[in-house]
């Protein structure tokens, strides 16, 4: 069954509303794809436009930027510490925006949106 993005068929207030369109091609959502550790992996997706947006399936690295330095460097991802979007995200090894992972330079907090955007983007929080 797709995911359906449209408009409700209920007011605020509980009230019917009577559409007189039905369900359109892009008002379907996609199911979720969660970037796990891993060899790196990445799925396009084809969006409006013709244009082509790519989720990564599996990474193994991220580019983590140091605060202090303004240096960015791209290093292995070791392990996920914390993620506050679902505690059980850390026992799956999701990555997503928000989560702090363990890096081969320290902890990191992920600020990009690695199913959205194609890449792991962190900031270095030590």
Known sequence: MAIW????????TG???AHSAGK???????????TRIGTQSIRL????????????LQTEYANVVDTKTGI???????????????PN??????????ATVETEIGLAKVTS???QDGTVNAVLTQ
Request: positive net charge.
């Open 72 to 86: 960015t460097k791209k290093v292995k991802i070791l392990n996920v510490k914390v993620n506050p979007a679902d």
């Open 5 to 12: 993005q449209g408009k409700s068929k209920r007011k605020p």
């Open 113 to 115: 949106r690695p199913g």
């Open 24 to 34: 359109k091609k892009f008002e379907i959502g996609r199911e979720k794809q969660f």
């Open 45 to 56: 997706y084809r969006t409006r436009g013709g244009h082509h947006k790519g989720g990564i």
């Open 89 to 98: 995200y850390v026992q799956r090894s999701i990555v997503n925006k928000g």
């Open 15 to 17: 009230g019917r509303i």
